[in-house]
T-cell receptor, first 114, second 115 residues
Framework: AQSVTQLDSQVPVFEEAPVELRCNYS??????LFWYVQYPNQGLQLLLK??????LVESINGFEAEFNKSQTSFHLRKPSVHISDTAEYFC????????????FGAGTRLFVKA | DTGVSQNPRHKITKRGQNVTFRCDPI?????LYWYRQTLGQGPEFLTY????????KSRLLSDRFSAERPKGSFSTLEIQRTEQGDSAMYLC?????????????FGPGTRLTVL
């Protein structure tokens, strides 16, 4: 069975500081990896995904995540955060066999302070 | 297309009543998913449709829960004899497999409160 562990439930950080949100997964087969973001009072939105190829994936708003197979991790990073990045971030995995079932972590609340 | 829509957005009901939620996926998407999200947790998979066929149900989905997608378009999730433990956000997502990927697009959710 697959599982996802987000190691931090809350991450407070000052504006313009770097941030890393940690995600580890467990699976006996290869997986696809995702980060979703949920802004206050909004639905989940896909932030970025790893399917294959380059292990470093980027989003349009400056976030990046690196797939590390040996450490079974998919940490999310941003070199300089903005107030508007305040949201809940969810790491997720699905099987890469055309898998349809997605397993989510419990989420990490990023709070950016001025 | 405006994305996945869900109705109602909020539902308050008394314990023991039945409730039904509706999800309208993105029009060209043939896959539809239901999830449940409780406070402080990530979404938990409930069930999945490909077109009108329900292909998997989670063990989280008790006999009081039923989902349908009769024409392969919109879907309904019904909860019979609601319990306070059913209080949660119910999320719907849809996708259209292109190649080997399956990126799911989520609706805003229906928040259920059982009194």
């Amino acid at each position: 069975a697959q599982s996802v562990t987000q190691l931090d439930s809350q991450v407070p950080v000052f504006e313009e500081a770097p941030v890393e949100l940690r995600c580890n997964y467990s699976s006996s087969v290869s997986v696809y990896l995702f980060w979703y973001v949920q802004y206050p009072n909004q639905g989940l939105q896909l932030l970025l995904k790893y399917l294959s190829g380059s292990t470093l994936v980027e989003s349009i708003n400056g976030f990046e995540a690196e797939f590390n197979k040996s450490q079974t991790s998919f940490h999310l990073r941003k070199p300089s955060v903005h107030i508007s990045d305040t949201a809940e971030y969810f790491c997720a995995v699905s099987l890469n066999t055309g898998g349809f079932k997605t397993i989510f972590g419990a989420g990490t609340r990023l709070f950016v302070k001025a | 297309d405006t994305g996945v829509s869900q109705n109602p957005r909020h539902k308050i009901t008394k314990r023991g009543q039945n409730v039904t939620f509706r999800c309208d996926p993105i029009s060209e998407h043939n896959r539809l998913y239901w999830y449940r999200q409780t406070l402080g947790q990530g979404p938990e998979f409930l069930t999945y449709f490909q077109n009108e066929a329900q292909l998997e149900k989670s063990r989280l989905l008790s006999d009081r829960f039923s989902a349908e997608r009769p024409k392969g378009s919109f879907s309904t999730l019904e909860i019979q004899r609601t319990e306070q433990g059913d209080s949660a956000m119910y999320l719907c997502a849809s996708s259209s497999p292109t190649g080997y990927t399956d990126t799911q697009y989520f609706g805003p959710g229906t928040r259920l409160t059982v009194l």
